[in-house]
């Protein structure tokens, strides 16, 4: 587990706290957005489709630490927008590292190597920068709709891993997504020392420019299943920094329901109900947000078209650390998934070397927009060429 020991305690005292307390719902994540403004416009987000004025505003330090200690929870995620924009970053960072939460920057890390050199941060176990990473260097720049991001990034990793800071990567996978590129990237990031990888599956937000991508229940298991399965090459070593419940519930191998309040929102606007990925209002206050929403109209099992397809971190990795601290047997999951995480499946396998012949990602976008056309290669394999256009 790219965890560590110490993180992993406060996590579980926390958990089983709040067991004994017999809390049903309790938050395990602050989702903290300080701002919506980025250094990006990539077309899968939601994020920075506000107008200017609203893009203008941001959180000030002390709402960030009032929200945190409102909120209780023994972990803080910063996203966005791009945290490193905001003026006052290092003293929230600062503030909530003295309040002892575990913290996770998430950023782009386009201004990573600046802040760093710039001595803005100082490496902490409390601190951790969770750097977007969706693929290898042609799929990420495409995914995030600008070319030289993924060099810059990996730049600011190598400089941050240098100075003894706790790194891990961030990546949500899309329709389209190639599962041997996947792979491939894992390998990457484990070679630039990276404490541990995050992954999730897209959401479908109302505000993505681009609504085309984002996968469906059956095709995120599949994705997953081609993508973590049969990792019997001693060479492959992968660490990934969340529940290994959570991983094989993207797998298919595992049932949970939702539980929106494992990470609740918090941003300019308030409380975001009911969950970071849904805006159905907001409440003033953490205690309203629990006390007033109606859960039972959120997640898989309420039949809600805005929750049948949604496998994200943010709504399943909370209800799979519940699972680990509900039970013996839960525990005991939770070791195996550890210690057994090679998951033969020749059917996976099988499925995966199909999928090495067809085009993914930015080449499987120029043939669905008709600019390139789906060729076999002497070898049998299948690429895309360009195809001619007449002016």
Same mark, same amino acid.
């Given at each position: ?57 941001? @959180? !000030?330090?002390?709402?960030?630490? *009032?929200?945190? #200690? /409102?909120?209780?929870?023994?972990? $803080?995620?910063?996203? =966005? ?45 409390? @601190? !951790?920068?969770?750097?977007?990473? *969706?693929?290898? #260097? /042609?799929?990420?720049?495409?995914? $995030?709709?600008?070319? =030289? ?243």
């Amino acid at each position: 587990m790219g965890v560590p020991i110490s993180q992993m305690w406060t996590v579980a005292k926390y958990v089983l706290g709040q067991k004994l307390q017999g809390r049903k719902r309790y938050p395990l994540v602050l989702m903290l957005e300080p701002l919506f403004r980025c250094n990006l416009a990539c077309a899968g987000c939601g994020k920075i489709q506000y107008p200017a004025h609203i893009l203008r505003r941001q @959180l !000030t330090p002390q709402q960030c630490f *009032d929200a945190a #200690e /409102e909120c209780g929870a023994p972990m $803080v995620s910063i996203p =966005g927008g791009e945290p490193l924009l905001h003026p006052d970053i290092k003293e929230i960072v600062e503030g909530l590292v003295a309040r002892g939460k575990y913290i996770y920057l998430c950023t782009n890390a386009l201004l990573l190597k600046e802040k760093l050199e710039a001595g803005l941060f100082k490496p902490s176990k409390f @601190l !951790t920068f969770s750097v977007h990473m *969706d693929g290898q #260097e /042609e799929n990420h720049d495409f995914a $995030v709709c600008r070319e =030289g991001t993924y060099q810059k990034a990996v730049d600011g990793i190598r400089l941050a891993v240098k100075m003894g800071f706790r790194v891990t990567t961030n990546t949500t996978l899309f329709e389209g997504a190639d599962p041997g590129s996947v792979r491939a990237f894992f390998d990457e990031m484990m070679a630039l020392g990276v404490e541990g990888m995050m992954l999730s599956p897209g959401y479908a937000y109302d505000k993505a420019p681009d609504q085309s991508g984002f996968l469906k229940r059956r095709e995120t298991n599949q994705l997953f299943e081609m993508i973590l399965s049969n990792r019997r090459d001693g060479k492959r070593r992968w660490v990934f920094n969340q529940s290994p419940l959570f991983l094989e519930f993207l797998m298919g191998k595992r049932e949970y329901e939702c539980t929106p309040w494992g990470m609740p929102c918090y941003n300019i606007f308030g409380w975001q109900k009911p969950c970071y990925l849904l805006q159905e209002g907001y409440a003033d206050s953490f205690r309203e947000l629990m006390d007033e929403t109606v859960w039972e109209n959120y997640g898989h099992a309420s039949e809600n078209p805005k929750c049948a397809n949604c496998m994200v971190h943010s709504g399943y990795e909370a209800s799979a650390v519940d699972h680990t601290f509900s039970s013996f047997g839960g525990l005991f999951a939770t070791a195996k998934a550890i210690l057994f995480n090679t998951y033969a499946n020749p059917g996976a396998e099988t499925r995966l070397a199909d999928e090495a012949k067809k085009p993914h990602g930015p080449a499987k976008h120029l043939v669905q927009l008709g600019l390139a056309e789906d060729v076999e290669t002497a070898d049998g394999k299948r690429t895309y060429r360009l195809k001619q256009t007449v002016a």
